[in-house]
């Protein structure tokens, strides 16, 4: 699903404009970025946690070259599904 039909899947559901749904959709994710900032926790219960995860700094390889290439460390998003969300998948 793109953010294109969540947009007008949301719009459908919630009874609202493509406009609205859009603008809302787009609170959520910046919400959801926000929290990771601050606090690197989101939970939604029954859907999942969205957390930060510190990735260390390591050596990788340029696959063209072979040569080592120096990864510096950064922070990744990860996400752990619900319980809700993985009942509903099977």
Do not use: W
Request: proline share 2%; charged share 30%; net charge positive.
């Amino acid at each position: 699903m793109t953010k294109a039909e969540l947009v007008e899947f949301v719009a459908d559901n919630a009874d609202l404009t493509k406009a609205d749904a859009a603008r809302a959709i787009e609170a959520v994710m910046e919400g959801v970025t926000e929290g990771l900032k601050k606090s690197g926790k989101v939970t939604l219960v029954g859907f999942g946690t969205f957390s930060a995860k510190k990735r260390a700094a390591r050596t990788g390889r340029n696959p063209q070259t072979g040569e080592a290439v120096k990864i510096g460390a950064r922070v990744v998003p990860a996400f752990k599904a619900g319980s809700k969300l993985k009942d509903a998948l099977n």
